[in-house]
């Protein structure tokens, strides 16, 4: 069965500095892999996903993430970050037989520090 | 172009009661799905459908819980008799095509049962 683990459900960065959010992952196929934001009061929204084309995936917001099938890890970066980038972050995975469920992870919330 | 709307936005009940959640999914998008969001369980999905067709209700946490979707622009999720165990957040998503696409998310409706 497909899931996904984020370690730390809380995250604080000062401000500036840079973002790391953990993602792993565990799939008996090769999977998609997905990062989703939620902020307050909102759906979540799509920031990047693999796809199973280029292992490091660039995304909305300065965000990037790079699939490393030896470390079943897809871990979530961004250089400097930004008050606004405040909000929860869920990695996300599905296999590619076409079975069409998305395991969500049970989300990592960041905290940027001014 | 209009996203997954939602409705009711804010729902308080009385345990009892029957809840009904709807959904209009983006236009022209063949696959409706219906998440709960708690901070115990995180997200989790309820159950999908492609082309109006429900596939995968596994994750219907009981009898009470039933969800329609009577055509391509419109689905209902029902829980009758509601209980306070039921509050959380439900969001409807919908995507078109296959599995590595984008899933668009409602801004979800928050369910208070006292």
């Known amino acids: 069965a497909q899931s996904v683990t984020q370690l730390g459900s809380h995250v604080s960065v000062s401000e500036g500095a840079l973002v790391l959010l953990r993602c792993n992952y565990s799939?008996?196929?090769?999977?998609?892999l997905f990062w989703y934001v939620q902020y307050p009061n909102q759906g979540l929204q799509l920031l990047l996903k693999?796809?199973?084309?280029?292992?490091l995936v660039k995304g909305i917001n300065g965000f990037e993430a790079e699939f490393k099938k030896s470390e079943t890890s897809f871990h979530l970066t961004k250089p400097s970050a930004h008050m606004s980038d405040a909000a929860e972050y869920f990695c996300a995975v599905s296999d590619q037989r076409g079975y069409q469920k998305v395991t969500f992870g049970i989300g990592t919330k960041l905290q940027v520090i001014p | 172009d209009a996203g997954v709307i939602q409705s009711p936005r804010h729902e308080v009940t009385e345990m009892g009661q029957e809840v009904t959640l709807r959904c209009k999914p983006i236009s022209g998008h063949d696959y409706l799905f219906w998440y709960r969001q708690t901070m115990m369980r995180g997200l989790e999905l309820l159950i999908y459908?492609?082309?109006?067709?429900?596939?995968?209700d596994s994750g219907m946490p009981e009898d009470r819980f039933s969800a329609k979707m009577p055509n391509a622009s419109f689905s209902t999720l029902k829980i009758q008799p509601s209980e306070p165990r039921d509050s959380a957040v439900y969001f409807c998503?919908?995507?078109?095509?296959?599995?590595?696409?984008?899933?668009?998310f409602g801004e979800g409706s928050w369910l208070t049962v006292v």
């Open positions: 998503a919908s995507r078109q095509g296959p599995l590595g696409n984008t899933i668009y």
């Open positions: 693999y796809t199973s084309a280029a292992t």
């Open positions: 799939s008996s196929v090769p999977p998609y």
């Open positions: 459908f492609n082309n109006n067709v429900p596939i995968d």
